[in-house]
Each structure stands twice: as structure tokens, then as C-alpha cells.
């Protein structure tokens, strides 16, 4: 058993389970995607630890715990749909492809698009589309999707255009708030133009970045 199985396997036991963390499907595909692949080479040894890590172009690759719960909030199945903003690293998208059908991830940096999809091709992970676009505007000719998962901070309106490619029961998890007071929102699309929103806990993410056209609509 290699170093970096074991330290995946003590970052599950003491940094995801023990916050509350109980999915199984979550807590094995946490197991087994390599984060210390999707990080830079001398950063490796920290992949593991309890904290963001930076991958250039001034992003960061979430906190596995963070990565984890809002994962567990999409509450998956295995043959869901699933719509990312803000694809990174790739991470948040490998692992997702663990517990969904088909992952579709935007990100609008060129050289993060690009590495992330060298990476999860090289790892294996043929289950995630990159597109390099803006993410405010969703993934339109791939809509409807069963869960979306954006890892930016919404102003306090979340953009229009993910409720209308969210799917009958589906459910949009999204940061909402300025970025010194954001919460992590659970949104579920319970019929045409109604939605059940929960507030899951408190969160801190780079701000959503593209077109705010939608906020003066």
C-alpha cells in the first residue's frame, strides 16, 4: 500500500467522517481519487492536509472536507447528469464522476481548462466534459441536468440561469452571499417555478466571475 493510499485514507477517517460525513459512495470515491495528482508537483505531500492548496492563475483547490460535503449535498445515485462551474483542478469533477452518469464542468481560465483535462484523462477519468467558457451562462445544449454544483460564491441572487437547466427534481448546490459571509445553499426544483431552498452551513469561496447581466434582468 502506497504512502499517498494511506494518507487518502486518514484524510477520509479524520478530516471527512468526522465532520458528518456519512455517505459511503462519497467516502469511497474520496478514498480513491488521487488528490495529490491534481495539484503541482511540489505541492504533492500537502495533498492530503486539511486546507485549500493553490494551482496558479490565483485559484485553489478546495478543501477535501469542503469537497466532500457539498458532494453529499447533491445527494447522487450513480445515474444523474451533473452540471460543474468552476472546474479547477479537476478534482471536485473526478470525484463527481464517481457518483454520477456523466459530469459536464466549466471553467472560464484557458490554462486550468487545459490541465484539468490532461489530468483526468491521464487518471482515467473519461466521465467529464471540460468546456471552456463562462459559467454564469450554465451548459445549455446539455440541460437538463440532475444536480449542479458550482464552486464560486453567487451574490445574494442566484443566477436565473441554473434554475431553468436544473431538471424536475433535481438540485443546484451553490455558495450565496458576499465573499465574508457566504452560506451553502441547497436549492431542489420541485415543479416548473417552484423551489425548496436550504441553508447547509456557512462557507467561504472566490466570488462567481462572468456575465452579471442576470442581476438587472
Known amino acids: 500500500?502506497?504512502?499517498?493510499?494511506?494518507?487518502?485514507?486518514?484524510m477520509v477517517e479524520r478530516q471527512i467522517q468526522a465532520r458528518g460525513v456519512r455517505d459511503p459512495r462519497v467516502l469511497d470515491a474520496m478514498r480513491k481519487v488521487p488528490r495529490h495528482k491534481f495539484v503541482e508537483e511540489g505541492l504533492a505531500d500537502q495533498a492530503?492536509?486539511?486546507?485549500?492548496?493553490?494551482?496558479?492563475?490565483?485559484?485553489?483547490?478546495?478543501?477535501?472536507?469542503?469537497?466532500?460535503a457539498m458532494s453529499e449535498a447533491l445527494?447522487?445515485?450513480?445515474?444523474?447528469?451533473?452540471?460543474e462551474v468552476g472546474t479547477g483542478s479537476g478534482y471536485q469533477a473526478a470525484i463527481l464522476s464517481l457518483l454520477a452518469e456523466e459530469v459536464f464542468s466549466l471553467e472560464r481560465i484557458p490554462e486550468l481548462a487545459r490541465r484539468a483535462r490532461t489530468i483526468l484523462n491521464q487518471n482515467g477519468f473519461f466521465k467529464v466534459h471540460v468546456r471552456l467558457t463562462d459559467g454564469t451562462?450554465?451548459?445549455?445544449?446539455?440541460?437538463?441536468?440532475?444536480?449542479i454544483l458550482v464552486t464560486a460564491g453567487a451574490p445574494p441572487?442566484?443566477?436565473?440561469?441554473?434554475?431553468?437547466?436544473?431538471?424536475?427534481?433535481?438540485?443546484?448546490?451553490?455558495?450565496?452571499?458576499?465573499?465574508?459571509?457566504?452560506?451553502?445553499?441547497?436549492?431542489?426544483?420541485?415543479?416548473?417555478?417552484d423551489y425548496r431552498t436550504e441553508d447547509l452551513f456557512e462557507c467561504r469561496f472566490v466570488p462567481l466571475v462572468g456575465d452579471r447581466g442576470w442581476k438587472n434582468a
Open 1 to 10: 500500500m502506497s504512502d499517498y493510499t494511506i494518507a487518502r485514507r486518514r
Open 48 to 68: 492530503y492536509s486539511d486546507y485549500p492548496l493553490p494551482i496558479g492563475e490565483r485559484q485553489t483547490i478546495s478543501q477535501p472536507y469542503m469537497v466532500a
Open 75 to 83: 445527494q447522487l445515485q450513480g445515474d444523474e447528469k451533473v452540471l
Open 137 to 147: 451562462y450554465g451548459w445549455e445544449d446539455e440541460a437538463p441536468f440532475d444536480g
Open 157 to 193: 441572487e442566484i443566477p436565473p440561469t441554473y434554475l431553468q437547466q436544473l431538471a424536475l427534481g433535481g438540485r443546484l448546490v451553490i455558495p450565496v452571499g458576499e465573499r465574508s459571509s457566504q452560506v451553502l445553499k441547497r436549492v431542489t426544483k420541485m415543479a416548473a417555478n
